[in-house]
């Protein structure tokens, strides 16, 4: 039996962003800025929010051979909305409802008449407290950076 490659369309790639994005926020964050929306989607769980573990795989110095790091605590859940458009979200912890509100949030935003709003007022900022907390790592990382040098002695 042979699996063919998915192709990779630009809506594959929207997606893993997106649901990258709900995955990676804060739960106050994407909370807060859920309930400004004041969306109440009708829907129903294919999966209810279920807590379990993930191995994580790492590579020695990067790119050499696997091995198993350790386990991480996850919370995954899906969702179909009345249309049928089915959400779902995979996100680290215990928080079910974080794991609700990441899968309603990717149910929504594939479908054409809430995806314009829920990028421009759910992931855009997101994405941008993201982007300043990885600046605000950066900075404080590169505040401790030591830049060591040698000096060649001239003993001829």
Request: glycine share 8%; with cysteine.
């Amino acid at each position: 039996m042979s699996v063919e490659p998915q192709q990779e369309t630009s809506g594959t790639r929207s997606r893993q962003r997106w649901m990258g994005v709900l995955a990676k926020s804060s739960v106050a964050a994407l909370q807060e800025r859920w309930q400004a929306l004041s969306l109440e989607p009708e829907y129903q769980f294919i999966r209810k929010p279920e807590t379990g573990l993930t191995m994580l795989r790492g590579r020695v110095g990067g790119s050499g051979q696997p091995f198993n790091m350790g386990e991480m605590t996850l919370t995954r859940c899906a969702v179909r909305l009345a249309s049928g458009t089915l959400g779902v979200s995979y996100v680290a912890g215990r928080n079910s409802q974080h794991a609700i509100t990441a899968a309603l949030a990717d149910a929504l935003l594939q479908e054409d008449n809430t995806q314009t709003l829920l990028q421009r007022e759910l992931i855009a900022p997101l994405q941008a407290e993201l982007d300043a907390e990885r600046q605000q790592r950066a900075a404080q990382a590169n505040s401790t950076r030591v830049d060591f040098f040698t000096l060649v002695r001239g003993e001829d």
